[in-house]
């Protein structure tokens, strides 16, 4: 009879039953008392104890609750210490060796270079000034300086015809460059400069002289008739 109570009621549901039960046949001594004896209370525990059952098993798992709100960002912390310099790493292999640049050592055709000269002496008669090219000159290159047609520009702008070398002068004291006729052949093959001779006015006085030059290198030109080729 006890488990068939204890099927329907449960344990907790159990317990109060016998406490009503003994409440009852306490009848007045359990009124006037105001509670269960020493006794009562250990026949309830000991009936609890032989009739409890073992824990049911575990419910299924609920659902996932809703996501909450984002709560507020944190405030930023503080910037950490610099940690200690690492040390070196190996070195590296060498790379591979590169294909060589373009390397331009002659004057292209159509082209024109120019740079400057200087003179300063006392007591000779006459001086050579040496007038180093930037790039080699092709040959045939003539001395037109004192062809104005052929050296239309100034010592401020050298310019120079095709195939001329031209001479300018912006300053000329006690001295004075010679003329075409004094060095009018061309230049023989490839040339990295020219040497131009300047004579003195008097021994006596200091010669000074300065300016500029120019070169033009030709297009290719027929031998025979010496009329461009081609327009580079």
Same mark, same amino acid.
């Given at each position: 009879m006890v488990s068939r109570i204890h099927e329907r009621l449960g344990t907790a549901g159990l317990v109060v039953s016998v406490i009503a039960l003994i409440a009852v046949l306490g009848g007045t001594a359990f009124a006037a008392g105001g509670g269960l004896t020493s006794q009562q209370k250990k026949q309830v525990t000991k009936i609890a104890k032989r009739y409890a059952g073992q824990p049911g098993a575990q419910g299924l798992? $609920?659902?996932? @609750?809703?996501? +909450?709100?984002? !709560?507020?960002? %944190?405030?930023? #912390?503080?910037? /950490?210490?610099? $940690?200690?310099? @690492?040390?070196? +790493?190996?070195? !590296?292999?060498? %790379?591979?060796? #590169?294909?060589? /640049?373009?390397?331009?050592?002659?004057?292209?055709? +159509?082209?024109?270079?120019?740079?400057?000269?200087?003179?300063?002496?006392?007591?000779?008669?006459?001086?050579?000034?040496?007038?180093?090219?930037?790039?080699?000159?092709?040959?045939?290159?003539?001395?037109?300086?004192?062809?104005?047609?052929?050296?239309?520009?100034?010592?401020?702008?050298?310019?120079?015809?095709?195939?001329?070398?031209?001479?300018?002068?912006?300053?000329?004291?006690?001295?004075h460059q010679e003329g075409p006729d004094y060095s009018p052949e061309p230049l023989e093959g490839k040339t990295s400069g020219r040497n131009i001779t300047f004579r003195s006015e008097t021994v006596e006085n200091e010669a000074f002289a300065y300016g500029s030059w120019a070169v033009h290198a030709r297009c290719p030109i027929d031998p025979e008739t010496e009329i461009e080729l081609v327009t580079c």
């Open positions: 798992k $609920g659902d996932q @609750g809703p996501k +909450g709100d984002q !709560g507020p960002k %944190g405030d930023q #912390g503080p910037k /950490g210490d610099q $940690g200690p310099k @690492g040390d070196q +790493g190996p070195k !590296g292999d060498p %790379g591979e060796k #590169g294909d060589p /640049g373009p390397t331009e050592t002659e004057l292209p055709p +159509g082209k024109t270079m120019t740079g400057v000269w200087s003179l300063v002496g006392k007591g000779l008669p006459e001086y050579v000034v040496s007038m180093s090219f930037p790039l080699r000159a092709p040959a045939g290159i003539k001395n037109e300086s004192g062809n104005a047609a052929n050296c239309p520009g100034s010592a401020s702008h050298p310019e120079a015809a095709p195939g001329s070398f031209c001479i300018y002068a912006t300053t000329e004291l006690n001295v």
